[in-house]
C-alpha cells in the first residue's frame, strides 16, 4: 500500500506561484510514475501532468502547458508541481497519483487525499 501525501496548497493572488509537493509515507517514489490532477467545485477529476519513473519523460494537460513544470527530486523521494503565472481558474483540489504500471493516470491505483489551490483575481 503507498499512502501519498500532498503538501504545498494555499492562497496566492493571480500570477503568482505556488510549489506542490507529493510524498509517499515511508517508502520512496522510484518506479512509481506519479500523476497530478485537479478538481474544482461541482467538475469532474481533470488531469494535469505526468512524470513517468523509467525515463522522466513528462506530460502536461494543454491547458498547464508553460506554466506548470513537473519534477522530482533526485532521490525519488517527493515529487513536485510548480505552478506559475496563476490563474483563477487554476481553483481546485490538486491531487498526486501513482502506479508502477504503465497505464492512463486516470487509472492510477493509489492517490492522495488533495491539497487546495486558491487563485484570488
Known amino acids: 500500500q503507498v499512502q501519498l501525501v500532498e503538501s504545498g496548497g494555499g492562497l496566492v493572488q493571480a500570477g503568482g506561484s505556488l510549489r506542490l509537493s507529493c510524498t509517499a509515507s515511508?517508502?520512496?517514489?522510484?518506479?512509481?510514475?506519479i500523476a497530478w490532477f485537479l478538481q474544482a467545485p461541482g467538475k469532474e477529476r481533470e488531469f494535469v501532468a505526468a512524470?513517468?519513473?523509467?525515463?522522466?519523460?513528462?506530460h502536461y494537460a494543454n491547458s498547464v502547458k508553460g506554466r506548470f513544470t513537473i519534477s522530482r527530486d533526485n532521490a525519488k523521494t517527493t515529487v513536485y508541481l510548480q505552478m506559475n503565472s496563476l490563474k483563477p481558474e487554476d481553483t481546485a483540489v490538486y491531487y498526486c497519483?501513482?502506479?508502477?504500471?504503465?497505464?492512463?493516470?486516470?487509472?492510477?491505483?493509489?492517490w492522495g487525499q488533495g491539497t487546495q489551490v486558491t487563485v484570488s483575481s
Open positions: 497519483a501513482a502506479d508502477r504500471r504503465n497505464i492512463t493516470p486516470r487509472d492510477y491505483a493509489y
Open positions: 515511508g517508502r520512496a517514489l522510484n518506479n512509481y510514475n
Open positions: 512524470i513517468f519513473w523509467f525515463d522522466s519523460t513528462t
